[in-house]
């Protein structure tokens, strides 16, 4: 479904988003 691969895409940006939070930090 479309929705699925939608939400699969929000929450890999969000993983993303994380990862470079935890890079900044160090």
């Known amino acids: ?3 699925k691969a ?3 895409i ?3 940006g969000a ?3 994380t990862v470079n939070r ?3 930090r160090s």
């Open 6 to 8: 939608f939400v699969a």
């Open 15 to 17: 993983a993303i988003v």
């Open 22 to 24: 935890i890079q900044q």
């Open 10 to 12: 929000e929450k890999l």
């Open 1 to 3: 479904m479309v929705v």
